[in-house]
């Protein structure tokens, strides 16, 4: 009974994947746009680290203490540790959209599809949050010890700007991918249950009940 229960499971997951041009779409757009920006935002963490590594590195070699008067590079010591921990949340987070690219095609769920298509957009928020962050890391560590780390550069267009026009460009693409799903699995429930309004919002609220499970 289970091995029958989990075949056509599979066979659910498979039929509901490949239903048609749209739904291939979506998934390969989600997993090329999680591919490309964990690359991407391993990039950024990797530059960061880097620039934290030389300023501790400064520190050291100089026998700088974090309250020295001169220098004081423990806050921007433990800003930067924040930030490369943004970045590391940011990279899991993708691989978690991909999960909910899935879950949202499998259900046919339109709410999970708009809800997509926002994320994806805050994402590319967020990416231009970062650039401001970093900046103002690279401003603060210059007033904070001015000229004696030498000429630290964030290389924004060669690390951060690739980031934000590959966000903006995917958030774009999985908005028209989602509009055509919105417009595929409405008419798939309409086909199932009507058009009568009580049971379509019936059948919403069922969808959601049913994602808050999964999360808890």
């Known amino acids: 009974m289970i091995e029958i229960g989990l075949q056509r499971r599979i066979k659910k997951f498979v039929s509901r994947i490949i239903e048609s041009r749209w739904t291939r779409y979506f998934i390969i757009t989600s997993i090329l746009q999680a591919a490309l920006v964990i690359t991407l935002e391993i990039r950024v963490l990797l530059r960061n680290d880097d620039s934290s590594r030389k300023a501790q590195s400064y520190m050291e070699t100089t026998n700088l203490t974090f309250e020295d008067n001169e220098c004081t590079i423990k806050p921007s010591l433990f800003r930067m540790n924040n930030i490369e921990e943004e970045n590391a ?75 934000v026009i590959v966000l903006l460009f995917f958030a774009t693409i999985m908005a028209f991918l989602s509009w055509k799903l919105y417009r595929q699995f409405g008419w798939n429930i309409y086909r199932k249950i009507g058009a009568d309004i009580k049971i379509q919002c019936k059948n919403i609220c069922c969808f959601l009940l049913q994602n808050i499970n999964c999360c808890f």
């Open 89 to 163: 949340i940011f990279i899991i987070f993708q691989i978690f959209q991909i999960w909910f690219c899935i879950t949202a095609v499998y259900n046919q769920n339109t709410i999970q599809i708009i809800t997509l298509s926002i994320i994806n957009y805050l994402c590319a928020l967020f990416s231009l949050v970062q650039v401001f962050e970093v900046k103002k890391w690279y401003s603060d560590l210059a007033i904070a010890c001015p000229g004696k780390l030498g000429n630290l550069d964030p290389y924004f267009s060669y690390y951060d700007v690739p980031l």
